[in-house]
């Protein structure tokens, strides 16, 4: 069995959202190679007498993004979503120059699981499906992401999770937008929740938060839609948790108006540092700012719909 493996030439400062689109188009998981961790390394009062000079002559400069897909995904059309970052008023994103080869999977899918261990974000630890809750204090949640985003070690979902447990989820009806792995809306139901709608566009994202939710012991509480922002229209909803890029988030802006009740609460982030002000500007006319949280580059916020 073979993988579609993605490579995009950019700038350290475009090479988290370079990886967000990777993910938006369907990639299994992201990585980063980035030419100024190498020469941060280097250069730090740690003893690097060993390290090998000729890493500082190297022609590669920037950072290169990896992205891994199905084979049968289309190379083209990841191609013009990268081409189309070009125009970025904000930040250099240098050549975005993609290239892809498809490669044999090697048990790669699994590789990853090595990886991701617990994390706890205050009350929540999120824990992956194969390992043992032992984090005493705080409640599990168990999380295998499979094909989705979502693992709790990315800063936009810990953002949000952070939010969610500044304000009363008991009771409530919560929708996830951008669901993934399901991470954020399972979360929501372990923190006293009494509903959560799940939206993705993405069916892999829908079937692994389904297989979640049904882990945890929330399927009967959750409704699945597989879906654009349209596919919401009909919802009426206490809370909305969104962890999308900000362009979507921008355009999500009039669908969570129509969808949240009078001093319903909305949570969004990954936002970067350069988009943060087109985010509050959209979200300005019909929601107030109750707090701005930060973790490395990326933002969230939480706002209240203004009566």
Avoid at 151 to 171: D, K, V, Y
Wanted: charged share 20%; aromatic share 10%.
């Amino acid at each position: 069995m073979k993988y579609l493996k993605i490579s995009v030439h950019t700038t350290t400062e475009f090479s988290d959202i370079v990886a967000s689109v990777l993910m938006e188009h369907g990639s299994d998981g992201v990585s980063i190679k980035d030419h100024s961790d190498v020469l941060q390394l280097l250069k730090s009062p740690l003893n690097w007498d060993y390290a090998d000079e000729s890493i500082l002559k190297t022609e590669f400069h920037g950072a290169l993004v990896f992205g891994y897909f199905n084979e049968t995904a289309n190379a083209n059309k990841i191609r013009e979503a990268v081409s189309a970052l070009k125009n970025d008023p904000y930040f250099d994103t240098g050549s975005l120059e993609v290239l892809s080869s498809y490669e044999d999977s090697a048990d790669w899918e699994n590789v990853w699981k090595q990886f991701f261990k617990p994390i706890t974000v205050k009350k929540i630890t999120i824990v992956p499906a194969w390992l043992k809750h032992k984090q005493k204090n705080t409640v599990p949640v168990y999380i295998d992401p499979g094909l989705a985003f979502g693992t709790g070690s990315h800063e936009t979902t810990a953002l949000c999770i952070e939010l969610m447990q500044q304000i009363q989820l008991a009771g409530k009806h919560v929708a996830d937008i951008g669901c993934g792995s399901g991470i954020l809306g399972i979360s929501a139901l372990k923190l006293g929740a009494s509903r959560c709608t799940m939206l993705d566009i993405d069916p892999c994202a829908v079937r692994a938060s389904q297989e979640n939710a049904e882990f945890n012991g929330v399927f009967n509480l959750c409704t699945f839609i597989e879906g654009g922002f349209s596919k919401t229209e009909n919802l009426q909803l206490d809370v909305i948790v969104a962890n999308l890029t900000a362009d979507l988030l921008v355009e999500f802006c009039s669908y969570a108006e129509k969808m949240l009740h009078s001093g319903g609460v909305l949570i969004v982030s990954g936002i970067l540092d350069g988009y943060l002000p087109q985010v509050q500007k959209a979200f300005c006319a019909n929601f107030t700012t109750l707090k701005t949280q930060q973790r490395g580059d990326w933002h969230g916020l939480l706002l209240i719909k203004n009566g």
